[in-house]
């Protein structure tokens, strides 16, 4: 096995790299030179494909090198993705080709934001509300759903030791929180908020439990194993979903590629203890035990109208 052209010195035959459908990547991360070459290699990819061009300060000044080792990187790039960077000599730099394909990372335009522009990325949680962000930025975060650190440690330790729990858990059939015990053995996380999959002494089976929802967890007790396994965790089922039937062709077709969907249809697989709450993520109507619409959980009240963005953004 061989190593592709412009790699030079930090590729080591069975050691230095991997390759990943055809593309080689360095993979030596322990040693510090090797990593620090793949980081460089990295932001020369990002810079042509999120801003269009990158130069050698962009390396001097980032990284701390000389300005002949930041030519030999841009030149190795070069060599590594060919045609997918051009030197422009009037304006001293290389600059990305509509026909680039990245090759050492997977590009989001989250990364665009947060480099670019200086705003946080979905995806990291900060609280409700609108995020703080550039003036031509803006993402909106989903309401927190977190419990407190307290409660998040006894629940994880419980998992990690596999001990007996007592929380007391507030839930929508009932009046008022009540003391329970339970077993974790699992965590799952619906996009919104994690539950815990745990062994319910009180049902005698696995439930869910949202750690928002305990009001008081104490220390964890004695170890414990389930009378059996979790089959609805360990069991995955492929959902196949489709436009809404309702929508005319245009709207399926916007549907479509909203979604990616090829043949007018998406297949996704999930565990089965977790279906409910990815069909409620994607706006699917859940039913419970009776067939009933699961009871929604917030209306609007309200709304009060909001001043102008101060001119600098902040």
């Known amino acids: 096995m061989s190593a592709p052209r412009g790699w030079g010195g930090f590729w080591r035959a069975g050691a230095g790299g991997t390759c990943y459908g055809g593309r080689w990547f360095v993979g030596n991360l322990t040693n510090e030179r090797n990593w620090a070459a793949r980081e460089r290699l990295r932001r020369v990819e990002l810079l042509l494909w999120w801003r269009g061009w990158v130069g050698r300060t962009d390396l001097t000044e980032g990284f701390g090198i000389s300005a002949a080792q930041a030519s030999g990187d841009l030149q190795r790039y070069a060599e ?8 422009q000599t009037k304006r001293k730099r290389y600059e990305g080709t509509p026909e680039m394909r990245c090759i050492l990372h997977e590009p989001r335009l989250e990364e665009a934001v947060w480099v670019f522009h200086g ?22 975060r989903p309401l927190a ?27 929508l059939s009932k009046r008022k929180a009540l003391w329970r015990e339970i077993a974790p053995h699992a ?10 999959r ?7 089976g696995f439930r869910d439990f949202a750690p928002s929802r305990m009001e008081g967890v104490e220390w964890p007790g004695e170890e414990f194993a389930p009378p059996a396994a979790d089959e609805d965790w ?27 969907m090829r043949n007018g249809g998406l297949k996704v697989t999930v565990r089965a203890a977790m279906r409910e709450y990815f069909l409620a993520h994607c706006r ?15 209306e609007l009240v309200g709304e009060e109208p909001g001043g102008e963005e101060p001119a600098d953004g902040s």
């Open 80 to 87: 590594l993705n060919p045609g997918a960077l051009v030197y």
């Open 119 to 140: 705003g946080d990325a979905p995806g990291m949680e900060i609280g409700a509300g609108r995020m703080r962000s550039a003036a031509t930025v803006d993402v909106f």
């Open 145 to 171: 759903r977190r419990a407190t650190p307290e409660v998040e440690r006894r629940v994880f330790l419980a998992m990690e030791q596999g001990r007996r729990l007592r929380v007391c858990y507030a839930t």
């Open 187 to 196: 965590l799952g996380h619906d996009g919104y908020r994690w539950h815990v």
């Open 198 to 204: 745990a062994w319910c002494f009180r049902n005698g």
């Open 234 to 260: 360990r069991r995955m089922v492929t959902l196949e979903l489709a436009p809404h039937p309702a929508l005319d062709a245009e709207q399926r077709r916007a549907i479509e590629l909203d979604y990616g």
């Open 284 to 298: 699917i109507p859940v039913l419970d035990e009776q067939g009933r619409p699961r009871p929604r959980h917030l």
